[in-house]
């Protein structure tokens, strides 16, 4: 199969080589662009833990501070091992999603030893800060990147749409789906989605592209990677 990896350049490269290891091609196209945020080093003095929901919020974070004994709890595996390659020494995996983590959280801490301390982007999903909150922990979000959806269909999305050269396309957020949406409707391309199928993280995921004329749509049983990658 020849499939579409709409993921930032570091993960897409990582995709591709677990595609290419189950026998099928990865076309990279990324549909948003991360820009770091400069700025002082991150206060960590009163924090009991940093929560990630992102391979981004890891980088992000590690660009901003040398800390890396403060625990990190991950919404996923993928995050955890970023987590764990920029040498935090305490690590672990939600397996799931923000609800998932908010579980792990309670499950794990007390709320009276610290506040929790979330490194994220402009714009995040779910109800994280809610959940923890109603459950008495003191939860502190901290902006250090921001995502930018792309103006325009990248070349080898339109080419090898166009081209009738495509197989499947892998998506791992609301956002980037809508991106993807919008891009393929703007540029006329919509009609040549027939025969190409969407592979969807999430049912929230598969709701951004449910209009658009797919072969098919499947959504992963868990929303992790290696449940997405199980459906090619």
């Not at 199969?1 to 591709?16: A, S």
């Not at 890396?68 to 091992?81: E, K, M, Q």
């Not at 592979?199 to 209009?211: E, F, G, M, T, W």
Request: proline residues 3%; aromatic residues 4%; glycine residues 6%.
């Amino acid at each position: 199969m020849r499939v579409l990896v709409t993921r930032t350049p570091e993960d897409g490269e990582r995709v591709i080589a677990l595609l290419a290891a189950q026998g099928h091609e990865g076309v990279s196209a990324p549909l948003l662009n991360i820009e770091y945020l400069a700025g002082e080093a991150v206060n960590t003095q009163d924090v009991q833990a940093l929560l990630f929901t992102s391979t981004n919020g890891v980088r992000a974070f590690a660009k901003r501070s040398l800390d890396r004994s403060i625990l990190a709890l991950c919404v996923g595996d993928r995050t955890a091992a970023q987590a764990k390659a920029e040498n935090f020494t305490a690590v672990l995996s939600a397996k799931g999603n923000v609800e998932d983590l908010a579980t792990l959280v309670t499950a794990t801490l007390k709320s009276t030893d610290g506040v929790l301390l979330h490194p994220a982007g402009t714009k995040v999903a779910g109800n994280l800060s809610l959940d923890l909150q109603a459950a008495g922990f003191t939860y502190r979000r901290t902006i250090l990147y921001a995502a930018h959806k792309a103006k325009v269909l990248p070349e080898p999305i339109s080419k090898t749409l166009q081209a009738g050269d495509l197989d499947g396309v892998l998506l791992y957020s609301p956002r980037t789906a809508q991106a993807f949406s919008k891009l393929v409707l703007n540029a006329h391309l919509g009609h040549t989605l027939s025969q190409v199928s969407a592979y969807c993280l999430s049912p929230a995921v598969a709701d951004q592209i449910a209009d658009l004329e797919w072969k098919s749509i499947s959504v992963a049983a868990q929303p992790n990677q290696d449940a997405l990658l199980a459906l090619l």
